[in-house]
């Protein structure tokens, strides 16, 4: 069962890190990995696969890595984060369960905030590369679900509306939209661009969604940020450049100091947010 193995895999964390538990995680997407050094130094680090139900990443610019960051809150308290360097796509074939392990990992190791980034194609015009978006509300269009059974989760306010406003009063230029996760792995074709952006998306990838289905699941409060490094569509409605899997981790990358500083900025100012659940 996807919760015993989370369970066990928190224990080994606890254990081997020698911290009995953790206030927050961070998953770093597509070319996030350099994000770490603005969040914290690690006092432990260790290769995802080592611990139980995670598996190596395939996918460029996805470190596989997990670490536990000492953070100093506003409030001169120290918090613990969990840094995912990677994740697991549903393109690379685990199925859903896998893909959400780390985010249930964190939330048995007593995590009630999860912060998940990645990198999006731009469907508005407007937003060039490196613009960072808060994600604000997303599409499920990858037909498949973390969660299964008669597990129902309300996700009218998945992505909290709190500390987006902390986010936005830190950092002026974030803008806020419509995050929409498709299958993959290959990119869409110009008319399934413009049939996305028609029914709200402002932003594409293949990735978060499942992830922040199960971080709703175990009652964590939800960031989104998500940094443009491609523009799919432009104000004629035609895709400018094609898509390139390498540029999109660079894109990522130029982006993601900032950003991180952002991340830790928020953290700091919001934990802790709730006591932490047993693991």
């Given at each position: 069962m996807p919760d015993e193995v989370a369970r066990e895999a928190a224990r080994r964390i606890a254990a081997s890190s020698g911290v009995p538990r953790h206030d927050a995680v961070v998953v770093l997407g597509s070319g996030w990995t350099g994000a770490i050094r603005?969040?914290?130094?690690?006092?432990?680090?260790?290769?995802?696969?080592?611990?139980?139900?995670f598996v190596d990443p395939t996918a460029p610019g996805h470190a596989g890595e997990v670490a536990s960051v000492p953070l100093?809150?506003?409030?001169?308290?120290?918090?613990?984060?969990?840094?995912?360097?990677?994740?697991?796509?549903?393109?690379?074939?685990?199925?859903?369960a896998v893909v959400a392990h780390g985010v249930r990992t964190a939330a048995a190791s007593g995590a009630r905030t999860c912060v998940l980034t990645n990198a999006?194609?731009?469907?508005?015009?407007?937003?060039?590369?490196?613009?960072?978006?808060?994600?604000?509300?997303?599409?499920?269009?990858?037909?498949?679900?973390?969660?299964?059974?008669?597990?129902?989760?309300?996700l009218t306010g998945c992505w909290s509306a709190r500390l987006r406003a902390v986010a936005r009063s830190l950092d002026s230029l974030l803008v806020e939209g419509t995050y929409a996760m498709?299958?993959?792995?290959?990119?869409?074709?110009?008319?399934?661009?413009?049939?996305?952006?028609?029914?709200?998306?402002?932003?594409?990838?293949?990735?978060?969604?499942?992830?922040?289905?199960?971080?709703?699941?175990?009652?964590m409060e939800l960031l989104g940020l998500s940094v443009v490094t491609t523009t799919e569509?432009?104000?004629?409605?035609?895709?400018?450049?094609?898509?390139?899997?390498?540029?999109?981790?660079?894109?990522?990358?130029?982006?993601?100091?900032?950003?991180?500083?952002?991340?830790?900025?928020?953290?700091?100012?919001?934990?802790?947010?709730?006591?932490?659940?047993?693991?």
């Open positions: 603005e969040i914290g130094a690690p006092t432990w680090r260790v290769p995802a696969a080592d611990l139980p139900g100093r809150t506003t409030l001169g308290t120290v918090a613990r984060v969990l840094v995912l360097s990677g994740r697991t796509h549903l393109y690379e074939g685990h199925g859903p999006n194609g731009s469907l508005r015009p407007g937003w060039p590369t490196g613009t960072g978006v808060l994600i604000a509300d997303h599409l499920d269009l990858a037909a498949a679900s973390s969660v299964t059974g008669g597990t129902f989760v309300d498709v299958r993959g792995p290959e990119f869409q074709t110009v008319a399934e661009l413009r049939a996305l952006r028609m029914v709200g998306a402002d932003v594409v990838g293949m990735s978060t969604v499942l992830e922040a289905i199960a971080a709703r699941a175990a009652g569509l432009d104000e004629h409605g035609a895709h400018p450049v094609l898509t390139d899997a390498d540029a999109v981790v660079a894109a990522a990358a130029a982006a993601a100091a900032g950003l991180g500083s952002t991340i830790r900025r928020v953290l700091a100012a919001t934990l802790p947010t709730a006591p932490p659940k047993e693991i």
